[in-house]
C-alpha cells in the first residue's frame, strides 16, 4: 500500500477468514450470489420460511399467517423459493384442488440459518435500540 493511503473500511487483511470476499455480492444482474441473498433475505420469504418449519401449509394458511401479504405476492414468493429448490409444492388430486407447500431438506438447512439470525435480533434489540435513540438524538441536535 502507498505511504499515506489509509486502508478503506471493507478492507480485511489479516482477519481470521482472508478468503471472504463481500465483492462477490456483485451488483450485477448476473450474480447468482446477489440474486440468492435478495431472494431469502426478503421479508416474505423470510415469513415463509419461518411458517414452514414444522409442517406443510395450504396457500390459505399461509395467506392467513402472514400478516400484509397479497395473494399475488405470496404466489410470486412461493413459486421464486419453489424454483430455488427451498420449498415443495404437492398438488392432491381432489376437488377443489388441493396444494401444500413445505419446505425442502435444503430449505430446512436456510431456516436454521435464520434461526440463528432472529437469536442475533433478539440478543441484541435492546442495544441496537439504544444505538437509535443516541444516532436520533444526535440527528436532532443537528438540525437544531
Known sequence: MEEGTSESL??????M??????????TREDCEVRQILDRI??????????????????????RREIDGVSQRMLSVTLRQLERDGLVSRT??????????????????????????????????????????AAYDARAQDLTS
Open 91 to 132: 398438488v392432491h388430486p381432489v376437488v377443489p384442488p388441493r396444494v401444500d407447500y413445505a419446505l425442502t431438506p435444503l430449505g430446512r438447512t436456510l431456516h436454521e440459518t435464520i434461526k440463528s439470525l432472529v437469536t442475533w435480533t433478539e440478543a441484541h434489540q435492546e442495544e441496537i435500540a439504544r444505538a437509535r
Open 41 to 62: 433475505a426478503d421479508k416474505w420469504s423470510l415469513l415463509v420460511i419461518a411458517l414452514l418449519d414444522c409442517k406443510s401449509l395450504r396457500f390459505t394458511q399461509l
Open 17 to 26: 477468514d482472508d478468503d471472504y470476499d463481500a465483492r462477490q455480492w456483485d
Open 10 to 15: 471493507g478492507y480485511s487483511a489479516g482477519t
